[in-house]
């Protein structure tokens, strides 16, 4: 068995990057909490969402008067406007259901803190390093795509800008509309800046929730496992049948405390997932019609390789954020339903008929698996995954035959 003090450790590996990004946006659930439980306006929430908020209102006014020009319209969603929406609903999401995560919360502490045996830690520290990698891999793939961004726009502003003997106005790191003259200086630093500052508020809500969310999943699975192991030998281990009741209804009630841990999670988040999934359809889509309107405008000879690794990252942290759930919903639905089997697994056939009916009752609570869904419409899983895919790149191809259309005529 495992001590306190490197229970204690465990529990500080597992939730430690979550807790430093939920942090700096002022929506860790131990830190807008007051004393009786209700919600409370940490500043570093209040300042993240107001830079998120004023970010994506002067991209919408800006989309509103590029209206009816598709490759501008286009442009504007792909880069920003779908992800700083999605950033913004999650920011709020985590805040308003802080409570329930907090609870989760103390749920994952009393876990770790709980004897253990060697086994049973080694199953809790596997999923931990797996969520921590994809909380690590996520804010670096999503860091380095704005990163670039912003260095390619700075290395393209630097260069002399005429065009037909005129000066060419400065671009803005993101098009948006403002009630006063970008062009000029200080405006169009201080602005840049600005945009800069708002961008990695978006960056790091869009990733960091996601992988928070997963790393409670993961710990739920690893729950499970454990639970399979201990249903496995529960009758080989203890030989009376007071002890096999005993530990029987210990199995129950740690079975049930998961599925409520599953349900609250389901409840909290369905809607913001099923948002989510939309949006990302069609962000997928975006970025593929930019990527082909890049070649289509300049091909190869003026797209840099700067601009093609910023679309691959960028491609590639979009397309990981949404396999983390199609992965984690995946691994819950599988861990969740092998404990039905655990139980077929196990010598029941060495048990009474009485008792032998009371173990049926564990396997039949286990025939429908537990599920992360978008708004109860379909739950999170591979072939989703893949689904969305298919369907971004069947809007991409109804897009390109528009523009298609539009050039001919």
Same mark, same amino acid.
């Given at each position: 068995?495992?001590?306190?003090?490197?229970?204690?450790?465990?529990?500080?590996?597992?939730?430690?990057?979550?807790?430093?990004?939920?942090?700096?946006?002022?929506?860790?659930?131990?830190?807008?909490? /007051?004393?009786?439980?209700?919600? &409370?306006?940490?500043?570093?929430?209040?300042?993240?969402?107001?830079?998120?908020? !004023?970010?994506?209102?002067?991209?919408?006014?800006?989309? %509103?008067?590029?209206?009816?020009?598709?490759?501008?319209?286009?442009?504007?969603?792909?880069?920003?406007?779908?992800?700083?929406?999605?950033?913004?609903?999650?920011?709020?999401?985590?805040?308003?259901? /802080?409570? %329930?995560?907090? /609870?989760?919360?103390?749920?994952?502490?009393?876990?770790?803190?709980?004897?253990?045996?060697?086994?049973?830690?080694? %199953?809790?520290?596997?999923? =931990?390093?797996?969520?921590?990698?994809?909380?690590?891999?996520?804010?670096?793939?999503?860091?380095?795509?704005?990163?670039?961004?912003?260095?390619?726009?700075?290395?393209?502003?630097?260069?002399?800008?005429?065009?037909?003997?005129?000066?060419?106005?400065?671009?803005?790191?993101?098009?948006?509309?403002?009630?006063?003259?970008?062009?000029?200086?200080?405006?169009?630093?201080?602005? !840049?800046?600005?945009?800069?500052?708002?961008?990695?508020?978006?960056? &790091?809500?869009?990733?960091?929730?996601? &992988?928070?969310?997963?790393?409670?999943?993961?710990?739920? !699975?690893?729950?499970?496992?454990?639970?399979?192991?201990?249903?496995?030998?529960?009758?080989?281990?203890?030989?009376?049948?007071?002890?096999?009741?005993?530990?029987? =209804?210990?199995?129950?009630?740690?079975?049930?405390?998961?599925?409520?841990?599953?349900?609250?999670?389901?409840?909290?988040?369905?809607?913001?997932?099923?948002?989510?999934?939309?949006? +990302?359809?069609?962000?997928? +889509?975006?970025?593929?019609?930019?990527?082909?309107?890049?070649?289509?405008?300049?091909?190869?000879?003026?797209?840099?390789?700067?601009?093609?690794?910023?679309?691959?990252?960028?491609?590639?942290?979009?397309?990981?954020?949404?396999?983390?759930? +199609?992965?984690?919903?995946?691994? #819950?639905?599988?861990?969740?339903?092998?404990?039905?089997?655990?139980?077929?697994?196990?010598?029941?056939?060495?048990?009474?008929?009485?008792? =032998?009916?009371?173990?049926?009752?564990?396997?039949?609570?286990?025939? &429908?698996?537990?599920?992360?869904?978008?708004?109860?419409?379909?739950?999170?899983?591979?072939?989703?995954?893949?689904?969305?895919?298919?369907?971004?790149?069947?809007?991409?191809?109804? #897009?390109?035959?528009?523009?298609?259309?539009?050039?001919? /005529?």
């Amino acid at each position: 068995m495992e001590t306190s003090m490197s229970a204690a450790r465990d529990l500080e590996f597992a939730i430690e990057w979550n807790r430093i990004i939920l942090r700096f946006l002022g929506i860790w659930p131990d830190q807008n909490s /007051s004393k009786n439980g209700n919600r &409370t306006m940490s500043f570093n929430f209040l300042f993240a969402v107001f830079f998120i908020f !004023c970010f994506n209102v002067s991209q919408i006014i800006y989309l %509103v008067m590029a209206w009816g020009q598709l490759d501008a319209v286009i442009e504007i969603l792909a880069k920003s406007i779908a992800a700083t929406a999605i950033a913004l609903l999650k920011s709020i999401s985590i805040w308003y259901n /802080s409570k %329930v995560l907090r /609870s989760m919360l103390a749920h994952i502490a009393e876990d770790w803190m709980t004897p253990k045996s060697k086994r049973e830690r080694e %199953v809790m520290l596997k999923n =931990a390093k797996i969520a921590r990698m994809l909380s690590i891999g996520g804010i670096f793939l999503i860091m380095v795509s704005l990163g670039l961004y912003i260095f390619i726009h700075v290395i393209v502003n630097l260069q002399p800008g005429t065009r037909n003997g005129t000066v060419s106005r400065r671009q803005l790191l993101y098009q948006a509309y403002f009630p006063f003259d970008t062009d000029k200086t200080p405006n169009y630093e201080l602005t !840049c800046i600005v945009q800069s500052v708002a961008a990695m508020y978006t960056a &790091t809500s869009y990733s960091g929730i996601d &992988t928070f969310l997963a790393m409670l999943v993961l710990h739920l !699975c690893a729950q499970f496992t454990n639970l399979q192991f201990t249903l496995k030998n529960l009758v080989t281990e203890h030989g009376t049948e007071i002890e096999f009741r005993k530990n029987l =209804a210990i199995i129950v009630n740690k079975h049930e405390r998961l599925n409520r841990f599953a349900v609250s999670m389901e409840k909290s988040f369905n809607m913001l997932l099923l948002v989510h999934m939309f949006l +990302c359809t069609l962000q997928f +889509c975006f970025i593929g019609y930019n990527f082909f309107l890049t070649f289509d405008n300049g091909g190869m000879g003026q797209l840099s390789f700067y601009q093609l690794l910023l679309l691959t990252i960028y491609v590639i942290s979009g397309v990981m954020q949404l396999f983390v759930y +199609c992965y984690v919903g995946e691994k #819950l639905n599988v861990d969740s339903s092998q404990l039905g089997y655990a139980a077929y697994q196990c010598d029941w056939y060495k048990l009474s008929v009485p008792d =032998a009916r009371d173990l049926t009752f564990v396997m039949l609570r286990a025939r &429908t698996p537990l599920q992360i869904t978008a708004g109860r419409f379909c739950s999170f899983s591979f072939s989703l995954f893949t689904d969305i895919l298919k369907t971004s790149m069947g809007y991409l191809s109804m #897009l390109l035959s528009v523009k298609n259309t539009n050039s001919l /005529s």
